[in-house]
């Protein structure tokens, strides 16, 4: 069903979420790798407590697309496994929850790799 409202505040969440990065990115002298494990920590922080879920139906993709959601995919994945597999789950529940985009990321990494070549910045 189309909603366009729901495609308004897709946009403007995920917009604000990439202006807070922009705004750390100018404001402080965070490196770009320290503020994706900060949004990272985010998502996983916001999962733990409980915030997560009651902000993604708000807002749908515009807070799962970027880095928090993959933190929330590890956060939520290790809780759920933790209840079935115990201890052990802490350790392979995230990952079996993200496994897939894992698994497309290498793999589409691979192939631009054969297809391209880098070149070092002059």
Same mark, same amino acid.
């Given at each position: 069903? @189309? =909603?366009p409202l729901m495609y308004l505040k897709v946009f403007a969440i995920g !917009? $604000? +979420?990439c202006m807070i990065g922009q705004i750390l #990115? #100018? %404001?402080t002298k965070m490196t770009s790798a320290r503020i994706l494990v900060t949004f990272l920590l985010l998502g996983v @922080? $916001? =999962?733990i407590v409980g915030w997560f879920e009651p902000i993604k139906e708000f807002c749908a993709? !515009? +807070?799962t697309i970027p880095i928090m959601g @993959? !933190?929330?995919s590890l956060a939520k994945g290790a809780i759920e496994a933790t209840e079935t597999d115990g201890l052990l789950g802490v350790l392979t529940g995230g990952l079996a929850t993200v496994a897939a985009g894992i698994t497309v990321a290498v793999v589409s990494a691979f192939i631009f790799? $054969? $297809?391209f070549q880098?070149? %070092?910045k002059k």
């Open positions: 069903m @189309f =909603e !917009g $604000l +979420v #990115i #100018i %404001t @922080f $916001l =999962e993709s !515009g +807070v @993959f !933190g929330y790799s $054969l $297809l880098s070149k %070092t």
